[in-house]
């Protein structure tokens, strides 16, 4: 069985559409599955988007950035990962655009 986040991965690793995703961004005490500064996103492949976190400093490092996780399962990637990567880069592209427009 494929892996659900190499899946993905081969759809956001190649810039697509000017969105630079990084695979497993390293925050201070958390891993991020992948992650889009310009679009402040973050994305997370996990059948259980309710389970507890270890700490706080993931969400306090979320709101000092911005900084929103979409969270995909598993089964979606899997069942067509080429739809799930179309549905983040249509949720990122406004993201990076709107976040351009407020920093300059």
């Known amino acids: 069985m494929a ?4 899946l993905l991965w081969q759809h956001l690793k190649d810039v697509p ?7 497993d961004f390293e925050g201070p005490d958390f891993t991020l599955h992948f992650y889009c500064a310009a679009a402040h996103l973050a994305i997370e492949v996990e059948d259980d988007p ?3 976190r ?3 400093s993931r969400e306090q490092w979320q709101e000092q ?6 969270q995909v399962p598993p089964s979606h990637v899997l069942r067509n990962a080429t739809e799930v990567a179309e549905a983040i880069l249509d949720i990122a592209g406004p993201r990076k655009v709107r976040f351009e427009a407020s920093a300059g």
Not at 17 to 23: C, I, K, Q, S
């Open 54 to 56: 270890p700490s706080d």
């Open 17 to 23: 559409r000017g969105l630079a995703f990084v695979r």
């Open 65 to 70: 950035h911005r900084v929103d996780v979409m």
């Open 50 to 52: 309710f389970r507890k």
């Open 3 to 6: 892996d659900p986040r190499t």
